[in-house]
């Protein structure tokens, strides 16, 4: 790696790490301008800017790597947060259903993932109307069965969409 | 050829009537457009931001709002008065001149769901027994968890239903198990509905008695190192009625399944669209009965695939805008013209 950066090598060696798992084939492309940035180090301020995913897989899923330490996932609902929240409304808007992209998260910084689960609930809450309007689709079908924004506030006000199988996307490997 | 006529900037939905194309663009935007040089013709700016537009065959346009009731728009555009206090906002597609409805208790974060007659201009049902029906004619179909149920439309009294945990559990993209789950409600051929499940099944139920009319999933002549010799994906198929077939696009694929026999002819197409250089990432593909107008998301491209020749006729290359690569995520077709969204 010729990025000195200790958060670029950290989240590259995340990546790398888990996408040795996949078989021959399954992957598609890489996003090309993940090396260039912050994009997925332990560095919510600085991720990728127009980076649209980490790894495809050939059948179409997308993959977003991140090796966060709790403290900075506990900033993602924040304004410090607002390069991820870009990001993730970007996934939420170009999604076919919450199966078609995945965040995995670094099981070496962070061993619950309730924890990550209550943090995207807690930025999902508070943004409700405007999450639910990139996407209706992903939130008000038959499996999750969330059908407007306020629906979706009053989940994550009662605690209950970390529950909700639209969190299925999140991950911790 | 595709030559890119126009652009619209900050277009949140789009859908298309028969000359016209109504978009909603910014935060309470709603116009319509004429189709051929998308010019507007009419504009509101009192409606707030909409989950929705959908079109039906009467040229009706409909509306819902994200606080719960919706419009009806005349043949002219203008909003038609009815009684909306009965229920919360509609959901989904329009069957028959009807809508499906729904109310939903923030409290208890459940909701009923029922039909809105368009014509009447009220509520024939409402109940628990299924989420987002789905008109077809007299029936109505929706999933209330693993149950499939078909309700009279006219009264919501349940005629029969269907549980698919019977079938096999399947594993999921991430070596997960999970019990299968209805993916899309296809639509309906000759009183057989169709629906697509997570296990890649298909199934055909005889809408008026449920009973199983097809049960497809493999294809044995179909092989492919990183998929199932099964069908390929089960979002990107749709009815075709005059063919009677579905139609089936995704990534290289292009497959038609014989409505009346279930018989499925795949063609694989991965070696001539890796010498092309695209695929299809989208599944909600254009169709106009001979050409399919399909997607790829990065680089973002549109193909056009002439189905009857099974090969590539053509493929668009969208140029980068605002300093950005293009990912369109919706194609629409009407009258020669392809419109399409991008994220």
Known sequence: ?173 | MINNKKTISKVNKFDLSDNNVIIHQGELNLSVLRSYDLTPIKEYVDIPYLQDIKVNDDLTVLVSSEDGDFEILDKNYEKIDFDKEETSSFTGTIYSSCLSVYIYDLDKLEQISGLFDVNDKQVRWMNDLVYSPMCFDEYAIGINGHLIRCLDSKNGKLVWEFDISILKSYTDKWGSSKSCEVVKIIGEYDNIVWMSLTNQYLLAFDKSTGTVKHKLREIESFKCNWSLSAIPDPYGMIINSFKGKIIGFMFEFYWEINCSTGEIELTDLTDQFKDAEIRCTRPDFAYDGKLIYFLQDTPGKIGVFDTDNKELVYQYRFEEMYNRELMPIEIKYYNNNLYVLDS
């Open chain 1, 1 to 173: 790696m010729g990025n000195q950066n200790l958060n670029v090598q950290d989240g590259l060696t995340h990546m790398l790490d888990k996408v040795r798992n996949y078989g021959k084939g399954q992957i598609d492309q890489f996003e090309g301008r993940i090396a260039d940035g912050l994009a997925d180090a332990d560095d919510i301020l600085n991720v990728c800017d127009g980076c649209l995913f980490d790894v495809k897989l050939i059948n179409g899923t997308l993959i977003e790597f991140k090796s966060y330490s709790l403290t900075t996932i506990q900033k993602i609902s924040t304004s410090q947060g607002a390069a991820f929240q870009k990001q993730f409304k970007q996934y939420l808007q170009s999604a076919t259903d919450n199966n078609s992209f995945k965040y995995v998260f670094n099981l070496n910084k962070i061993s619950d993932v309730s924890l990550i689960k209550i943090e995207f609930q807690k930025f999902i809450g508070a943004n409700a109307d405007e999450i639910f309007r990139l996407n209706p689709g992903l939130f008000n079908n038959a499996k999750i069965k969330i059908p407007n924004g306020k629906a979706l506030k009053a989940m994550a006000d009662q605690n209950k969409l970390i529950d909700n199988v639209f969190f299925d996307f999140i991950n911790l490997e």
